[in-house]
């Protein structure tokens, strides 16, 4: 139908006094032909009146499907979400490691320029020593005078040596201090980050539960429900975001926001045919 309408029954709607082909306004010349037709005309509008009470049941059976597989919807979206958040504190974790990796490297470095340092000052000592082995073969006061002269400054230079070295010892123990300290705020960070961990995980398992319970829900649900509609709305559904009934506030589909002329609300309201809206698609109802 080019209103957006579906039959009930798959095929034309019972109402308004229909009668079949062939016996509406047929003359009749036996005796009780008006009796007969009003017997016909009353089964026929029995009918009509169950095929709508059959329409109302089922739409009032999708809405319970509806609420079900909505919060399905929603907490398949919340399931989704939950790996994502531990990726983001292991990052957020990983990242407060930074900090100690940088001092474990200025550590190791401190120590590799230390002991470079300590080899240059031995390597100055040796040549001191023979320095001051050459100071007694000296035959002249000016070469003595010069050789005292060189001994003193190798002497000077292992003094600033040292004095590296020892500013290096001080670096040390800072860094070590800074690693400490360091690693006791990890430790600390390590225990919340196990604690957000477990309460994500606790979560899921809850979803999942949730998510059990609703599907025995809604197997509950699914024997009462026409298989053609219930074709319609699953369809339905997976193309509108877990949404396939939506239901008429202020003239407007609830899962578009279209507004429904008066005509499609007088056929809604008729439960002769399922009714979609012309926007979104979604079967349309009116809470009574």
């Known amino acids: 139908m080019g209103d957006g309408s579906v039959s009930a029954e798959g095929g034309p709607a019972y109402g308004g006094g229909y009668l079949p082909a062939g016996r509406q306004g047929a003359p009749h010349s036996h005796c009780g032909s008006q009796g007969f037709d009003s017997s016909i005309a009353h089964i026929y509008s029995r009918k009509a009146k169950l095929a709508i ?12 499907l509806q609420e079900v597989d ?5 907490l398949n979206n919340e399931k989704v979400q939950k790996p994502l958040e531990i990726k983001a504190i292991e990052a957020s974790f990983e990242a407060k490691k930074l900090n100690l990796d940088i001092l474990q490297k200025q550590s190791l470095e401190v120590q590799k320029k230390r002991k470079e340092k300590e080899l240059e000052l031995a390597t100055a000592a040796e040549n001191i020593k023979k320095l001051q082995g050459q100071l007694y073969s000296l035959k002249t006061n000016k070469e003595f005078q010069a050789m005292q002269q060189q001994i003193a400054d190798a002497k000077a230079d292992s ?3 040292e004095e590296a070295i020892l500013i290096s010892y001080e670096d040390s123990d800072k860094i070590k201090a800074q690693v400490d300290q360091e690693n006791l705020k990890l430790k600390e960070e390590e225990k919340k980050f196990f604690e957000q961990k477990k309460v994500i995980e606790d979560k899921i398992k809850e979803i999942e539960g949730n ?17 053609k509609m219930l074709a319609m709305y699953e369809r339905i559904l997976h193309s509108r975001d877990g949404l396939a009934i ?14 429904m002329p008066p005509q499609v609300i007088n056929l809604i309201k008729m439960y002769e045919n399922i009714v979609t809206c012309e926007m979104c698609n979604r079967i349309l109802y009116i809470s009574e």
């Open 246 to 259: 939506a239901k008429v506030v202020d003239d407007s589909c609830a899962g578009c926001h279209m507004h």
């Open 211 to 227: 998510l059990s319970q609703l599907d025995a829900n809604r197997k509950q649900i699914l024997p009462s429900i026409e298989p």
């Open 53 to 64: 009470e059959n329409l109302k049941n089922q739409l009032g059976e999708l809405t319970k």
């Open 159 to 161: 003094s600033v040596i």
């Open 70 to 74: 909505s919060k399905i919807y929603s």
